[in-house]
Structures are given as C-alpha cells and as structure tokens.
C-alpha cells in the first residue's frame, strides 16, 4: 500500500468528532493566515543515529541500531487589531526511521489559535501543555499523552484538542480545559527497541468509558506566586495517559485506559543558590478493581558558584515514592536520582547532564547523559545514551536491560 493510500485510510477511521475538530481549526487556520506577509516560519530537520552495543533481548528487534529524520516546521502570525492580542500557530511533526515502522509517524504538535484581552486568555485547537517542576519526572504533566516512541524520558509529547480558557491575575491565574479528543500512546513495533515480550497492538485497545477517544476531560489548574514559592494545583478528571497493558494472545498486548480522577501540587522555592522541587499527585479510579495510589517526587538543585571561566556546576537529588510499592508499573517506587548539570555558559551554549537511578528496594541501577551544543549558525548537535546496571528480575526496567545506547542527532535550526 502506498503513502496516499494508507493516509486515506487514517481518514476513514478517524473518528468523526476529530475528524471535525481538525477540519474546523483548518478554517481558522485560513482566516488567520489572510495576511501572509505578518507570519514567522521556523523548526527544524534533525538527522539521528543511535548505537545498542547489546544484542537484542528479543530476535525480531533490530541489532545495531539505525538511523532516523525528522522535520518539525512551525508557523506564528500574531495581530492586535484594537481588540486583544491573537495568535495562531501551526507546527505538525514528522518523523521516518529506518529500523521501526511504528516510529515512522507524523502527529500534529500543535494548530490553535489564541486570543487574550485584558485579564482573559483563550485557546482553541491542537496544542502542548506542560505542567510540572522536578527534573527526572513529571507526575503532573497531565494534559498530552507521550509519544513514547521519541524516546525513553517521556519528555515527547502528542499534540492534544483543547479548549482553554484562562483568568490571569498579577502573580498566577487559573486555567480551565476542555479536552474533546483522546491520543492513544504510541508504542514500538516488532522490531523497535525498548518494548515488552509482547507488542503492543494498538488496534485492540479498549477504554473504560463507552464513548472511547471521544470522551470528554476537563482539567482545572491554578498557579500562583509568593515570594520565591512558585504553587501549581490541579484537578483532572477523565481518560488517563498512562494506559494498562495485558496479554491478548502469545505474541500481543492490549493498552487499556481506565477513567480517572487526579489532584496534584507543584511545588518550587527559589533560594539564592538552591531551588527545592516537589510534585505529588493522588490518582483515583472510577474502576474499583485498579489500585488508587500517592505518588510523589521531591528534591533539589544546588549551583555552586560560578568557576573563573564562568562555567557553572549544578547538583541534583530528587527521591520517588509510589505508594502501590513494588507492584506499581512505573519503575519509581522507591528511588533516588543523583546528578549534575554542567553549563559551559559560552556561545555555543554547552551543556551537560548526568545523572543516576538507584532502586532502593532491589539496587537497580540506572546512568543517563545528556549533552548538547551549537555548532556554526542554526546547527546543534545532542549526544544522549543510558546504560542500565544490576538490573533485577522482578524490576519494571527488566525488559530494556539490553537496550543500553548511544543517540547522536545532529539539528538544523531555520
């Protein structure tokens, strides 16, 4: 089957509310774009190769390692035409790899248009919420599902419909969403590293709510700030991102995501030298045989002061807690994270991180890096890799302890 084929196809099975949501933001996307000449484009292609030194923990799964493009454009036009500030922006997301199918894939980052006179703010179309303080996890950052086929940090997201209307006050605000469509997870194929035993169908996924993607969410946030304390509280309620995987057959996995109901604070203090983070969040489940569960991450930043080349050295410590313990899914029950954050502080912007995991019930281990620069005008080059270590059985890390690596990518910025 071809591309124009399979991409008819996406269209008939797409959901007809959707399918209506995109066709609408296609006609603000029109009215919005009349005056061509007042837009910005920008983004980026980004060339990737990455390097398992293991062999695989399952034969269908790519050896070595491979290599995969991507392309993220974005386009902004703002105007003030006497009667508020608005903006619409449109960046969709593509990406082809050579080794994973179900990583070659494109999604709609974000398409909305945005309106705010005086104390109001409001928002309609695909967009990119982030919520959430803490470095080596993001408890509260509900609103977009993962694209978890980007990477294994969970830092990628899918763009997610919405409409968000927000009264901004002089140190915070409050924000109000209504989330019409629901994103399934994405999930690597056969042959794509970092996955279960079992692939993951994601033609036989199943929803609690009879109204499947279609259900409707609301989430309700409030920020505000005193002093050096930065305070986010949420409520959800609706369709949960983190979906339940079980056997369907000898070589399949269903995703299955249940009805939830979550508080949440996000908590920073700001000191001179320190900054304290917190996030916590409580889950509840509509289905009374899933497990409610606390889950909590805390910690610090501590810069030291700034060397003679104006180099900076930043220390981490964050510490995880879950409450379900060692039957919880997530890997971090009961675990510290340790690192530093080295900025070189010069043109080129050089950073690095480093960091551990260490599993204080069974003593796995866990090492991530992440390094970055820019090289001449609009290039950028990232280098990131993991290593797992002392991995044991019953830990949730089992299945990716042969998927140590190794990611160069090299940007274009335009």
């Known amino acids: 089957m071809n591309k124009i084929s399979q991409n008819i196809c996406f269209l008939d099975a797409t959901p007809p509310l959707f399918l209506g949501f995109v066709r609408g933001m296609a006609a603000i996307a029109v009215v919005s774009t009349v005056n061509l000449y007042a837009g910005e484009i920008s983004g980026n292609v980004s060339v990737e190769g990455t390097y398992f030194p293991s062999n695989p923990a399952f034969t269908e799964q790519q050896k070595t390692g491979g290599v995969a493009i991507s392309i993220q454009p974005e386009y902004k036009h703002s105007w003030d035409n006497g009667n508020g500030y608005k903006k619409f922006t449109f960046s969709p997301f593509l990406r082809w790899d050579e080794q994973d199918k179900e990583r070659t894939h494109a999604d709609i980052r974000q398409l909305d248009f945005l309106s705010s006179k005086g104390d109001w703010e409001f928002q309609l179309g695909i967009g990119k919420v982030y919520w959430g303080v803490t470095e080596s996890q993001h408890l509260v950052d509900i609103i977009n599902q993962t694209d978890a086929v980007e990477g294994t940090d969970g830092e990628e997201k899918l763009g997610q419909p919405l409409f968000r209307v927000s009264r901004i006050t002089d140190n915070g605000g409050l924000d109000l969403y209504v989330l019409p469509y629901f994103r399934e997870r994405t999930f690597s194929g056969i042959k794509g590293r970092f996955r279960a035993p079992l692939v993951v169908d994601k033609n ?33 309620d609706g369709t949960s991102r983190d979906p339940i995987l079980s056997p369907i057959s000898a070589t399949r996995l269903k995703a299955h995501y ?7 604070l996000d908590l920073q203090y700001t000191g001179e030298s320190t900054i304290w983070k917190l996030e916590t969040i409580n889950r509840d489940f509509d289905d009374a045989s899933i497990k409610d569960y606390t889950a909590v991450v805390g910690g610090f930043e501590h810069t030291l002061p700034a060397f003679e080349s104006g180099s900076e050295l930043g220390l981490l410590a964050e510490y995880h807690h879950d409450s379900r313990g060692e039957v919880a899914s997530a890997p971090f029950q009961n675990d510290l994270f340790v690192g530093a954050r080295y900025a070189l502080n010069d043109e080129s912007g050089s950073e690095v991180l480093a960091g551990a995991f260490v599993d204080l019930d069974n003593q796995t281990k866990s090492f991530r890096m992440e390094a970055s620069k820019r090289l001449g005008k609009g290039f950028k080059i990232n280098l990131e890799g993991q290593v797992f270590s002392d991995v044991n059985a019953s830990d949730p890390i089992k299945i990716f302890e042969k998927d140590d690596f190794v990611k160069l990518e090299l940007q274009k910025f335009f």
Do not use: M
């Open 258 to 264: 249940p009805l939830i109901a979550q508080i949440g």
């Open 204 to 236: 036989a996924s199943t929803f609690e709510s009879a109204s499947k993607e279609e259900h409707i969410d609301f989430a309700l946030r409030w920020t505000e700030t005193f002093d050096e304390f930065d305070v986010g509280f949420h409520y959800f």
